[in-house]
Antibody, heavy 123, light 110 residues
Framework: EEQLVESGGDLVKPGGSLRLSCVAS????????MSWVRQAPGKRLEWVGR??????????ENPAPVKGRFSISRDDSHNTLYLQMNNLKIDDTGVYYCAAEGYPYGFHSMGVWGQGTTVTVSS | QSALTQPPSASGSLGQSVTISCTGTSSDVGKYNYVSWYQQHPGKAPKLMIY???MRPSGVPVRFSGSKSGNTASLTVSGLQAEDEADYYC??????????FGGGTKLTVL
């Protein structure tokens, strides 16, 4: 069974850093594009970036709201995805999900999701 | 990144049909057939219900269907069941290579 399990969420002060992890199982992780999606309390889903699969070059990209603060990496030998978050702001508070983008269905759809990990940014 | 526009709420009686709209621009919904729909129950992770505008993943009931016209995509749920009550989000790939989500629609089954 395909599964994603996130960890690393915590309470952190504004300006602090945090690294989230997402361990994959049940599918060939290295070739799958992976995304991070967050959801502030009571708010909509928001895409915060992706990393391509190994066979497509492995490039990472982030949208403007988090560019320069968030970075995505992967360790294919350990089937693990990471989200490094620096200079955290109160608005970064929320549940962070990792998801398989373009797998197992169409391009840019997310067919496998983790259960989420909670990040709270507060002084 | 601007969100796609969805109605905040929708409702229908058991057994009836309801359609949720998702309006974007010519740079996202209107440009690509990469529109997806997700169902999210309270406290749970989203679940893919529709991909590539109108395709249903394995295991999703046939009463869920999707379509697109111009810059607006739609999700129709036919024969509403109590378990369909949830939040629904659309998403689209965009020309900026970003994925953009809608604001979400809370579906109530009366």
């Amino acid at each position: 069974e395909e599964q994603l399990v996130e960890s690393g969420g915590d309470l952190v002060k504004p300006g602090g850093s945090l690294r989230l992890s997402c361990v994959a199982s049940g599918f060939t992780f290295s070739n799958v594009w992976m995304s991070w999606v967050r959801q502030a309390p009571g708010k909509r889903l928001e895409w915060v970036g992706r990393i391509q699969g190994k066979s497509d070059g492995g490039a990472a990209e982030n949208p403007a709201p988090v560019k320069g603060r968030f970075s995505i990496s992967r360790d294919d030998s350990h089937n693990t995805l990471y989200l490094q978050m620096n200079n955290l702001k109160i608005d970064d508070t929320g549940v962070y999900y990792c998801a398989a983008e373009g797998y197992p269905y169409g391009f840019h759809s997310m067919g496998v999701w983790g259960q989420g990990t909670t990040v709270t940014v507060s002084s | 990144q601007s969100a796609l526009t969805q109605p905040p709420s929708a409702s229908g009686s058991l057994g009836q049909s309801v359609t949720i709209s998702c309006t974007g621009t010519s740079s996202d919904v209107g440009k690509y057939n990469y529109v997806s729909w997700y169902q999210q129950h309270p406290g749970k992770a989203p679940k893919l219900m529709i991909y590539a505008v109108s395709m249903r993943p394995s295991g999703v009931p046939v009463r869920f269907s999707g379509s697109k016209s111009g810059n607006t995509a739609s999700l129709t749920v036919s024969g509403l069941q109590a378990e369909d009550e949830a939040d629904y989000y659309c998403s689209s790939y965009s020309a900026s290579r970003n994925l953009v989500f809608g604001g979400g629609t809370k579906l109530t089954v009366l």
